[in-house]
């Protein structure tokens, strides 16, 4: 784990910023626009197609996904927008936790990016989510819960949203379910995303270049230089002269 020189300036709005911010990955990501997302670790099945689909929508528009890297909406909302994805650890980042979550966590290592406050050799405790969570939610220009239930982690990031002047976005759930996001639209605290497609592009539009360049599309997963020319050669430097790639720290970004 490696030491960030320089903290993300959206957590200059916290009362309490971290002291320190490890990382292990590309911290280029902190230079994207980002969105959070978080929710209950045991979503249903509605929950689970829609926090896949928004984050991997997200991520076609150029932003960038945080959240917590915990089992449930958390491990949805990076897988769905992967690379494109930024994970706070409740723990030191020596420690993969939780453990079902260790092959993307690992993954989170080498082609995302992830984040932790901890020294080596701290575990997760009940007030470390906590803590995290203030994190996860400051980077994020908003905030959007897929399911919550009225007394979770979860409704404590909704509180951190609110303290920092952040929107809140829910999905429409049945009466009887995710008692916590009625109650944020209950209270008007919150806003309804009713049409995914609708919502996201209100904060920007697909690049059909990237889709429709294999080159272009593949560097949208920042690969490494010798990644890139192993797969496609010298059109990889030719890409970089004429403007349509960058090359950083050894990996290859769409222009």
């Known amino acids: 784990m490696k030491l960030l020189t320089n903290h993300p300036h959206a957590l200059s709005t916290l009362q309490k910023r971290p002291e320190k911010l490890f990382y292990e990955g590309d911290p280029s990501l902190l230079e994207a626009p980002m969105v959070s997302i978080v929710g209950t670790r045991r979503p249903r099945a509605y929950t689970k197609e829609r926090t896949t689909q928004i984050a991997r929508a997200f991520s076609q528009i150029g932003y960038v996904v945080v959240?917590?890297?915990?089992?449930?909406?958390?491990?949805?909302?990076?897988?769905?927008?992967?690379?494109r994805t930024v994970a706070v650890m409740a723990n030191s980042l020596d420690i993969h936790y939780p453990a079902v979550n260790r092959?993307?966590?690992?993954?989170?290592?080498?082609?995302?990016?992830?984040?932790?406050?901890?020294?080596?050799?701290?575990?997760?405790?009940?007030?470390?989510?906590?803590?995290?969570?203030?994190?996860?939610?400051?980077?994020?220009?908003?905030?959007?819960?897929?399911e919550a239930d009225e007394k979770s982690g979860t409704m404590r990031s909704a509180e951190i949203a609110t303290a920092l002047g952040k929107k809140i976005y829910v999905l429409p759930h049945r009466l009887g379910e995710s008692e916590g996001t009625q109650r944020l639209l209950r209270e008007g605290l919150a806003e309804p995303i009713y049409d995914i497609d609708a919502f996201v592009?209100?904060?920007?539009?697909?690049?059909?270049?990237l889709s429709e360049d294999p080159l272009l599309a593949f560097c949208q997963n920042h690969p490494t230089v010798s990644e890139a020319v192993a797969k496609f050669g010298e059109q990889v430097y030719s890409y970089e002269l004429e403007g349509k790639v960058t090359i950083k720290n050894l990996k290859v970004y769409p222009a």
């Open 103 to 146: 092959t993307l966590i690992q993954d989170m290592y080498e082609k995302a990016l992830a984040l932790s406050e901890y020294e080596s050799g701290t575990q997760a405790t009940r007030y470390s989510f906590v803590v995290r969570n203030r994190i996860v939610v400051a980077l994020g220009s908003f905030l959007i819960i897929t």
């Open 201 to 209: 592009a209100q904060f920007g539009e697909k690049s059909g270049q």
């Open 67 to 83: 959240s917590g890297a915990a089992m449930g909406v958390d491990a949805l909302a990076h897988r769905g927008a992967f690379p």
